[in-house]
Antibody, heavy 119, light 106 residues
């Protein structure tokens, strides 16, 4: 069955860096676009970033552009999010989610990993 | 930027019908997806492409989309339907989520 397992969440100070990972299994990794989506405590869902199957198309939300970098390793069925210059407002649970075709729905989500940024 | 507007909360009596709206400019021209999120868990897709139902989602849950409003309808509401519900669209190269609606089953 499809599994997405995020890791790498931690508590860091403002200005610090963190790298999140998402390990995928149970499906053909290169058949899917993948996104990072976050949820601040007690708040709604916020899209963070998107990457196409071979990494040729990448999008970022304005709130993270220039600070976060999404990448994927198709040989290892894994997705990463390098987060630099972290801010208090980046505190959230970060989910990876997969999308079969552009513009379609996020069919599967991981369980999330918590990032806490303190001043 | 494109905005999606959802009511903060909707209440429904057990066994009755709940309707959760998602407003957006000409949203009827977009594909709308809906997610259910129960406390402490990851979101789960319940409706895709306005009215498609993933396998395992009961036919009590349906969707529609026209004009400036998309609607998620939950018929014969059960206690297990209590959750937060989010609508979602793509707008150009951006994913947009509604603010979420908390459904309470009385």
């Amino acid at each position: 069955q499809v599994q997405l397992v995020e890791s790498g969440g931690d508590s860091v100070k403002t200005g610090g860096s963190l790298r999140l990972s998402c390990a995928a299994s149970g499906f053909t990794f290169t058949d899917y676009n993948i996104c990072w989506i976050r949820q601040a405590p007690g708040r709604g869902l916020e899209w963070v970033s998107y990457i196409s199957p071979y990494g040729s198309i990448i999008y970022y939300a304005d709130s993270v552009k220039g600070r976060f970098t999404i990448s994927r390793d198709n040989a290892k069925n894994s997705l990463s999010l390098q987060m630099n210059s972290l801010r208090v407002e980046d505190t959230a649970v970060y989910y990876c989610a997969i999308e079969k075709t552009s513009g379609s729905s996020f069919d599967y989500w991981g369980q999330g990993t918590l990032v806490t940024v303190t001043s | 930027s494109y905005d999606l507007t959802q009511p903060l909360s909707v209440s429904v009596a057990l066994g009755q019908t709940a309707r959760i709206t998602c407003g957006g400019n000409n949203i009827g021209n977009k594909n709308v997806h809906w997610y259910q999120q129960k406390a402490g868990l990851a979101p789960v897709l319940v409706i895709y492409m306005d009215k498609g139902r993933p396998s395992g989602i009961p036919d009590r849950i349906s969707g529609s989309n026209s004009g400036n409003t998309a609607t998620l309808t939950i018929s014969r509401a059960q206690a297990g339907d209590e959750a937060d519900y989010y609508c979602q669209v793509w707008d150009s190269s951006t994913v947009v989520f509604g603010g979420g609606t908390k459904l309470t089953v009385l």
